[in-house]
């Protein structure tokens, strides 16, 4: 046990960290406008795209406002702690790898196996959001999409006991290619893949001020009344229903944690990167609030919980040339998302090869293109699957736990740095000082950065709870078997082939 111990507990070194970031193989191409392009390309999606009708369908009502605006504060707090520690430590891998640095590898292997299911199911519901939009859009030119082709075969469904899942007979093919088509974008190079998202932002965020600007003068303020629809049982409606759905939406804020895993690939990261994480992250939280606000104000809120909300939206008004301009650019916002989002997490798996956590192939450098080109590919082929078989709610709940746990260990982070490391070089600060307790730093902006997040997680853990205990067991089932596996995984694995367990076999 006390082998085990030592090893769970085993640091990465600092001087393993910086020698990594001088030897990592990549481009350093990304300039801080390129990076909060990248923020605002993962940021700018699914919230906005797709979870907005869902979370004011099913629990928030005209509250999705206040929503939005309590999972931003959130992020907000966790955002400074980023841009801290993505100065201090420049390196791929994100909250993997300053984890692996401060808590062990114990942490480190626990954080990345949640990063991969995070990142991985995002993907999956992003890839299903642009098969939703680009069905409904081709739908708009007379080609029918079969239902077959972009309904996963798992469907979540809303009846008086909350929300169930059935077996449908349908597999989400459309979403699946998706996923295919922007890996092998990624693959050609990471300057190119810039270049392309940048364009794609920039169309999507025209495309939402466009609907912001044309859809308020239509809105009938009577949507919004009351704000906070009363409270029907459980997490619908009600306090209890903004709060749970700020749990859902707050993996829409993924994005910016997608910017700390290009500091490898930054011309300038401690410059760059607090730029582009906080940067990102202003941008997104005031346009999420303005598309919220029109949205709910054009369609009673009950008929938001669809793939669609937007196009939902746009047909409601009755200009078909706008619906099909708006529809346009939700493709592309979504396939800009998706994109990013996919480079997040090859880059997190690329951190965790090097490290020897993962196969080696995660890691493996195309000649030509200087990509992970392996791991890129296999991560996307395994969000294909889920997106093909799983829901979207489903996808959204255990990304958000995903992103909770992620950014809490962040938060952990910036605050054990503070205590053993004080005096290592920090161009970025978390502001509004701290305490030292028994000689442990206690932060102000990581203590609330932390208690939020895990006031993110408690509704969607309860929620997941609840549901098994009255027989829907699916979703506690997934979330079971993955921690199992990645227990299985590490121990069969990780453990034997990590570099620093070699290292301390050797001494």
Known sequence: MSTLRKRLLARKSFDAVRADA????????LGPWHLVML?????????????????????????????????GFACAFTGLCYAELASTLPVSGSSYTYSYATLGEGFAWGLGWLLMLEYGLAGAALAAGVAGYLSSLLADFGIVVPAALNTPFVQGVMTDAGLTFRIGGGVNLVAGLCLLAFAWILIRGVSQSATVNAVMVALKLSVLLLFVIVGAQYVDSSNWTPLVPPNEGDFRYGLAGVLRAASILFFAYLGFETVSTAALEAR??????????????AICTALYIAVALVLT????????GVPDPIALAIDH??????????????????CSVLMVNTYGHSRICFAMSRDGLLP????QVHERFRTPHKGTLAVAGVAAVAAMLLPISILGDLVSLGVAFA????????????TRHPDLPR???VPLGGVRIRGVWIGTVPACALLLCLGMAGPVLYDIGLKAARGDVFPAVILGLYLLAGIWIYARYGYRHSRIGIAQRET
């Open 22 to 29: 001088e030897r990592h193989g990549l481009h350093r191409k």
């Open 39 to 71: 923020g605002i390309g993962c940021i700018v999606g699914a919230g906005v795209f797709i979870m907005t009708g869902t979370a004011a369908a099913n629990y928030a009502g005209p509250g999705v406002v206040l929503s939005f605006a309590l999972a």
């Open 268 to 281: 300038d990261p401690q410059r760059d990167m607090p730029i582009g994480i906080l940067g990102s992250l």
């Open 297 to 304: 104000g054009l369609v009673p809120y009950r008929l938001l």
């Open 317 to 334: 008004i009755g200009l078909p040339a706008l619906a099909l301009v708006i529809k346009f650019g939700a493709v592309i916002g979504l």
């Open 360 to 363: 080696p192939l995660f890691a």
């Open 407 to 418: 950014f809490s260990i962040v938060a952990i982070s910036v605050m054990w740095l503070r």
């Open 427 to 429: 161009p970025s600060r």
